[in-house]
């Protein structure tokens, strides 16, 4: 099949989606999107991040569907059943285990690993169901399409191979074809779909008329407002309309979900005495929908008015009337069945968001960038208060840009980045990178405590061996090659710890704010070379992904011997032990057979 065949899935905290495109790759590509909600009178692009299980976890269903069988069930039957909503975030800024666990709106557990599965084995299912649905009888498998799967771009290398192992269990990808998988960065999706639009492809304040890609020198920053997170990056247009990363991936766990929370929050401040907690526990399906309804008010930058329901009221009016629940906060009152609340108490909501962009962006700005345009995406984009709270405060230096169907700007770009990734030519490295290497002791330079034997020779554990640099300009498809030997003659393995800090020249990796963050295993079964046999390590930093390929070295011959093989770096957290693996090939002279800009194995000098 063709390798322009593409399906985009954008799996959201709080909306989830997918865009296809079956048009061969010498004609434009004609990105299709699913319509989600005509079971509940509704027509979205996407669908609620949510997802039930019944009390054997078994999976019952996913989305608007999810909502409502779960409404539906109600009472005690409910609190038997998963529900799971917004669990994206159990990704982010934890250390991830395959066996972690995440808790159910019933209070119970189940693994993560297996909810994230089944969320894209429906998503999965349903694209190939809505394909096939309309190819006049020709039948497309997963297997046909490359697969693009969207995921924050400040979530760290542990929760992108989380989503990895979740799709490739789902069915997403096979084994041995996991190249068939992209994970795109959601800002940068966006990005690559925003900077063609010409200016009536945006809401918000007009640019010249001319779309970005066809502006070379631009530069612009995009904001991704999602439900979980606020996902920052900050590109200038090259030549042909490809993008340079010019400032690292930034922002914060402060997007939709915490507005939410807000007003939860406020919901039980108006409900006192206990009713809203016991509102919580008997009718957890309400507050599901409640939450959702809050949603679309939240788009507003008005008062906004939402029906109390009949049994919130019930448990209310045990206490008191309800409008005595009124009278002792300020921002909300009752009218008549309903809650009104007023549009400074909405502002109220957003506030701890919205300072924390005005942070992110600030920072970003004091740069000495030539930054002209601000794009808002993602679903929170639509709310009219963020909208013009950024005007308010950035649109004196630059001018805000929001796409029309800024929902949709993620899928979109996902599309166009899965026909080709190298729509991003550079992406700055976050941390500086390396590996755990031992070298022969010099008491110049080495710390005493950090020498030990081999035989009669003395050696120098723990040294960090520089690949790629904190800052550092890294192309999307440059590898960076470092040689190692086998410390042990009969050594028949050897494991490479990998490390990252956002110190530029750190000598150990025991040093403060060094830290491991994966290893990987390369096989070495033929020990006829002894300590002279070589592994190549190539490492891609510029991808969304971190990706390694070792390759046994023929001793003295410098050929490849035939087993070449990727290899993955376990960046999920394990039980790991200290081994030394390995020596630098020469410590003065290493990085002759290195490429890249900057000599990564170079030992920085005590």
């Given at each position: ?7 985009a ?18 004609e ?15 027509q ?39 529900f ?86 789902a ?40 779309p ?33 990363e ?6 914060n ?66 206490k ?7 009278e ?52 929170l ?40 990734p ?70 028949t ?5 990998f ?50 390929t ?5 001793s ?25 693996d ?25």
């Amino acid at each position: 099949m063709e390798d322009s065949f593409i399906i985009a899935i954008d799996f959201g905290t709080s909306y989830s989606g997918y865009v296809f495109n079956i048009t061969p790759s010498h004609e434009e590509p004609d990105p299709q999107l699913k319509m989600w909600g005509k079971e509940v009178g509704l027509q979205t692009p996407k669908t609620p991040t949510c997802i039930l299980f019944d009390e054997s976890e078994e999976f019952v269903a996913f989305g608007y569907e999810a909502i409502e069988s779960y409404n539906n069930i109600g009472g005690e039957d409910a609190k038997r059943h998963y529900f799971f909503q917004n669990f994206k975030m159990a990704l982010y800024g934890k250390e991830l285990r395959r066996d972690m666990k995440i808790q159910a709106a019933n209070g119970k557990e189940m693994a993560a690993l297996k909810v994230f599965t089944e969320a894209l084995r429906f998503l999965k299912e349903d694209a190939l169901k809505t394909i096939n649905s309309n190819t006049a009888g020709m039948v497309f498998l997963a297997s046909d399409f490359t697969w693009v799967l969207t995921v924050p771009a400040i979530w760290d290398q542990p929760a992108k191979q989380f989503m990895r192992e979740a799709a490739t269990l789902a069915g997403i990808v096979e084994e041995g074809s996991e190249e068939r998988l992209v994970i795109a960065l959601e800002p940068e999706a966006a990005s690559i779909w925003c900077k063609k639009l010409p200016a009536e492809g945006f809401i918000s304040e007009k640019h010249n008329g001319t779309p970005l890609d066809q502006c070379q020198g631009s530069q612009y920053i995009v904001v991704d407002c999602g439900g979980g997170t606020i996902d920052i990056t900050v590109h200038e247009v090259l030549e042909r309309g490809v993008l340079k990363e010019l400032h690292k991936a930034s922002g914060n766990n402060l997007g939709g979900q915490t507005v939410d929370r807000k007003f939860k929050e406020f919901l039980r401040e108006i409900f006192s005495d206990g009713v809203w907690d016991e509102y919580e526990e008997n009718y957890p399906s309400e507050v599901q929908k409640l939450l959702y309804d809050f949603t679309l008010l939240k788009q507003s930058g008005e008062d906004v008015q939402f029906t109390c329901s009949f049994n919130l009221g019930t448990l209310a009016q045990k206490k008191k009337t309800l409008e005595k629940f009124f009278e002792s906060v300020e921002g909300a009152s009752w009218n008549n069945g309903s809650i009104k609340i007023s549009k400074e108490k909405m502002r109220y909501f957003f506030e701890e968001s919205l300072q924390a962009i005005t942070k992110n962006l600030g920072e970003i700005l004091k740069r000495k960038y030539s930054i002209e345009y601000i794009l808002l995406v993602g679903g929170l984009a639509n709310s009219q208060i963020l909208h013009q709270y950024i005007i308010d405060q950035f649109g004196d230096t630059c001018t805000i840009l929001c796409p029309f169907r800024a929902q949709e700007a993620i899928m979109r770009g996902a599309v166009e980045f899965g026909r080709n990734p190298s729509w991003v030519a550079s992406r700055k490295s976050p941390y500086t990178y390396g590996v755990a290497l031992c070298e022969p002791f010099d008491e110049l330079k080495h710390k005493p405590e950090k020498k030990f034997m081999v035989g009669e020779e003395e050696w120098c554990c723990d040294r960090f061996v520089k690949l790629v640099q904190a800052g550092e300009d890294v192309r999307w498809d440059e590898i960076r090659e470092h040689i190692h030997r086998p410390l042990e003659k009969y050594q028949t393995w050897m494991t490479m710890r990998f490390y990252r800090t956002e110190r530029i020249f750190p000598k150990y990796v025991d040093d403060l704010g060094v830290e491991e963050v994966g290893s990987f295993h390369v096989p070495m079964p033929d020990i006829s070379g002894g300590r002279e046999r070589q592994v190549r390590l190539e490492i891609r930093f510029g991808s969304t992904e971190i990706t390694a390929t070792a390759i046994d070295v023929t001793s003295g011959t410098n050929l490849i011997s035939g087993k070449k093989q990727t290899v993955k770096i376990d960046f999920m957290t394990t039980d790991r032990e200290c081994v030394i693996d390995g020596y630098d090939e020469d410590a003065v002279s290493v990085g002759t057979e290195q490429s890249g800009p900057t000599e990564g194995a170079e030992h920085p000098e005590a």
